[in-house]
T-cell receptor, first 113, second 111 residues
Framework: NAGVTQTPKFQVLKTGQSMTLQCAQD?????MSWYRQDPGMGLRLIHY???????DQGEVPNGYNVSRSTTEDFPLRLLSAAPSQTSVYFC????????????FGQGTRLTVV | TQLLEQSPQFLSIQEGENLTVYCNSS?????LQWYRQEPGEGPVLLVT?????EVKKLKRLTFQFGDARKDSSLHITAAQPGDTGLYLC???????????FGTGTKLQVIP
């Protein structure tokens, strides 16, 4: 039972490079999201999706794009990496809209130099 | 953006001691979750509390939701090294996109 799978686990980028963080879930959850975790800041919502074909912005969306072509996959694209995007990124999925638990992937530690 | 303040930020205790972690806000939440996160892993849900005044127990962990649904506490009895980790609270205020995470309490239990 894989749950939420993120790849890669570690990544180093140069300023200005682009890349895609992959996220896949096998629990048939409608709701998926991307968070970034920074020291002393908690988890902050970047983008979320309420189903295939539907995405919306969270608290800190600038510099990131998402798409949701299938229920299972929710990739996060960094358009032009900046040092401020150095962080640990988590993908999560949830079965409900409210009062719901989030199932998290193992995270991607991204460093932008 | 609603804020969830957790205290203390760091806690280092000896095995067998008791401890309490607090999660406070000025906002009312429809539910509140507690997660534990270990190094190199994503957070894992411990409990969800929904009703004001609700108390839930998970072995040696006791969770309480404040009567006004603005705050919560996590009490650990007789802490063990396996309790070491980052404890996060998360408040849900009306939908998936309105979940706010606290800044976390980093707990170290020394054998």
């Amino acid at each position: 039972n894989a749950g939420v799978t993120q790849t890669p686990k570690f990544q180093v980028l140069k300023t200005g490079q682009s890349m895609t963080l992959q996220c896949a879930q096998d629990m048939n959850h409608e709701y998926m999201s991307w968070y970034r975790q920074d020291p002393g800041m908690g988890l902050r919502l970047i983008h979320y999706s309420v189903g295939a074909g539907i995405t919306d912005q969270g608290e800190v969306p600038n510099g990131y794009n998402v798409s949701r072509s299938t229920t299972e996959d929710f990739p996060l694209r960094l358009l032009s990496a900046a040092p401020s995007q150095t962080s640990v990124y988590f993908c999560a999925s949830s079965p409900r809209w409210v009062n719901t638990e989030a199932f998290f992937g193992q995270g991607t530690r991204l460093t932008v130099v | 953006t609603q804020l969830l303040e957790q205290s203390p930020q760091f806690l280092s205790i000896q095995e067998g001691e008791n401890l309490t972690v607090y999660c406070n806000s000025s906002s009312v939440f429809s539910s509140l979750q507690w997660y534990r996160q270990e190094p190199g892993e994503g957070p894992v849900l411990l409990v969800t509390v929904v009703t004001g005044g609700e108390v839930k127990k998970l072995k040696r962990l006791t969770f309480q939701f404040g009567d006004a649904r603005k705050d919560s506490s996590l009490h650990i009895t007789a802490a063990q090294p396996g309790d070491t980790g980052l404890y996060l609270c998360a408040g849900d205020n009306g939908g998936y996109q309105k979940v706010t995470f606290g800044t976390g309490t980093k707990l170290q239990v020394i054998p």
